[in-house]
């Protein structure tokens, strides 16, 4: 019961940590958000856990933190560049499905036995993720940007090219713009699961730093090679610290999780963060929610219930 609270407590914070960066992330560079929050969390890992560290750093630890703050790295810029090149509503979903099966098939491989109930429970919270986080726009959508009325005839045009052919025939077969960023960034982001459950027993603070300054490193690099802003605007700073603060406790409550349950059970309730945020998007600025999103609550609810009762 212990891994499943935490497991959800986890939820929460990644949960509110992407809505308060989302939020402040509409007037400042994405970048300069996510390294702020990044500099929050490290901030609150050396001023409150410091004191509390029992031990000294292990190795497993530090080199499976330090990987997992590499998949940050890697996966935030591969997830928000996706969002540039497609809509919300596809990009969203793909990358929460696969950050919350990647671990499951990990901790299934390594030889974890959930219950009967505890797998149907992570099938029907798996579906709950990837129904929360679509959007209105979500695949099928019109673009609000589509012309209204019929199409309008095409022109006679002269048989392509055997070369434009072949380049016509490529592109119907090659993904959708931002799935191949969006199956990255969840490969990343359950990856991160992974790397965090094989840090080992020890003081949490050692591999959740080490993933921090990882991750820090790689952003800042990304900036100085961009040239993209790094610092978010000073009247952003308490989000942007609060996004921090939130992130950071969530990944210590997930490490604290996953050492007293199963990497397939507790990385599922810790991919539930989506139906955290679209709770906190409709609570505090009353944004309304779609059926789809409503009825993803209802079976992560469900889901939650069903890894309970195993």
Do not use: H, K, N
């Not at 007293?260 to 139906?275: D, E, Q």
Request: net charge positive.
């Amino acid at each position: 019961m212990a891994a499943l609270l935490l497991g959800l407590a986890a939820a929460v914070g990644y949960g509110a940590a992407d809505f308060l960066g989302g939020w402040v992330s509409r007037r400042d560079g994405v970048l300069a958000v996510v390294i702020g929050s990044q500099m929050a969390g490290l901030a609150l890992l050396l001023a409150v856990l410091a004191p509390l560290a029992d031990g000294l750093p292990t190795a497993a630890g530090l080199g499976w933190g330090g990987a997992a703050g590499a998949t940050v790295g890697v996966g935030l810029p591969l997830y928000y560049r996706g969002l540039t090149r497609a809509r919300m509503g596809v990009v969203a979903p793909v990358a929460a499905v696969v950050t919350a099966t990647l671990p499951v098939c990990v901790g299934l491989a390594l030889g974890e036995q959930p219950s009967v109930l505890e797998l149907a429970g992570v099938l029907v919270a798996v579906v709950a993720v990837g129904l929360v986080s679509l959007t209105p726009a979500f695949a099928g959508a019109p673009s609000p940007l589509a012309p209204t009325g019929p199409p309008p005839s095409p022109p006679r045009l002269r048989a392509p090219a055997p070369a434009a052919r072949a380049r016509s025939r490529l592109r119907a077969v090659a993904p959708a713009p931002g799935i191949l960023e969006a199956v990255g960034a969840g490969l990343a982001f359950g990856l991160f699961f992974v790397c965090m459950d094989r840090t080992g027993p020890g003081p949490a603070l050692w591999p959740l730093s080490a993933a921090t300054l990882t991750s820090l490193g790689l952003l800042g690099g990304v900036a100085a090679t961009t040239g993209q802003p790094w610092r978010p605007v000073a009247r952003s700073w308490p989000a942007v610290a609060a996004a921090g603060l939130c992130g950071t406790a969530a990944s210590l409550g997930f490490l604290l999780a996953v050492r007293r349950g199963l990497l397939s059970l507790v990385s599922v309730l810790a991919s539930l963060s989506p139906a955290a945020t679209v709770a906190l998007a409709r609570v505090v600025v009353g944004e309304r929610l779609t059926r789809w999103q409503l009825a993803g609550l209802a079976a992560a609810v469900a889901g939650v219930a069903l890894i309970a009762a195993g």
